[in-house]
């Protein structure tokens, strides 16, 4: 279980009322009417966005969507979360599944080749994710709501044009360790907060894809790499300086 500890819960209260302003400014300022789209994974990052999101704007201007390819183990836990933390009873359910399915079998046979790559495999999904919520955005006139952390985006560890776009970005500055935090100080059931980070398609947990843990990265984020292990700040700064990862995030004050 990730250990935490708040250090000034304060702090974390006066973070949320400036989310929550920056979201209502925000959409003051793009349409007063128009709803917020987002994916609800499970995880901690939707969660918190989530819960900022209903905060500022109230639960009739959010759809929260869930987007399972076929199967998707913590589903139960997205239609909790979206009742929970939003009062929202029946979120949208978009299954993937046969999409996905259509266009593999589709480039495995036009590509002769016997499997899939690793990389198809892995970085589709979120692509079809994204064009999912893009397509609820279009048909019912609102912005997509990128919930990744400064953490993910420093070492790249987002799909490009999946998960790593979207119209407007909450919590993009803040790092995965704050994020768990500011949903704890807002009241967010810790069963949500404190689950093990997944990307939901790999089997494995973030941490093991990445090869370190998030504490690690926030220690070298915060405070350099002092107290960080020489082999985790290689490969920290290995995957930061790779421009195939590199990422940028939509934050408030980008037009």
């Known amino acids: 279980m990730f250990e935490y500890k708040i250090h000034n819960k304060p702090y974390y209260e006066n973070l949320e009322k400036q989310l929550i302003e920056k979201v ?5 300022n793009k349409d007063p009417k128009s709803v917020a789209i987002l994916g609800v994974s499970g995880g901690k990052d939707s969660t918190v966005c989530l819960a900022l999101l209903v905060r500022a ?3 009739k201007r959010i759809i929260p969507v869930l987007i399972p390819n ?3 183990a913590d589903i139960d836990d997205s239609h909790d979360i979206c009742w929970e933390v939003a009062a929202i009873e029946k979120p949208w359910v978009v299954n993937i599944g046969p999409m996905y399915e259509y266009l593999c079998n589709f480039i495995v046979q036009k590509s002769k080749a016997v499997s899939l790559s690793p990389v198809l495999e892995t970085n589709t999904p979120a692509r079809l994710r994204m064009t999912t919520l893009y397509a609820v955005a279009a048909q019912m006139g609102g912005y997509v709501c990128n919930t990744g952390n400064k953490s993910e985006a ?3 560890y987002c799909t490009k044009w999946g998960d790593a776009v979207g119209d407007f970005a909450i919590i ?5 360790t704050e994020v768990t935090e500011l949903g704890v100080a807002m009241g967010i059931p810790e069963r949500f907060m404190l689950k093990k980070p997944s990307d939901g398609m790999s089997g494995k947990t973030d941490e093991e894809k990445l090869g370190f843990t998030y504490a690690q990265l926030d220690e ?3 405070n350099g790499k002092a107290n960080v292990p020489a082999d985790v700040v290689e490969r920290i700064e290995r995957m930061h300086n790779n421009p195939n990862l ?3 995030l939509v934050h408030f004050y980008d037009e």
Do not use: E
Not at 172 to 176: E, S
């Open 154 to 156: 420093y070492v790249g």
């Open 24 to 28: 209502r400014k925000w959409f003051a």
């Open 172 to 176: 993009g500055d803040l790092t995965c």
């Open 246 to 248: 590199k990422t940028k």
């Open 70 to 72: 076929d199967f998707q």
């Open 220 to 222: 070298y984020l915060i």
């Open 57 to 59: 704007l109230g639960p």
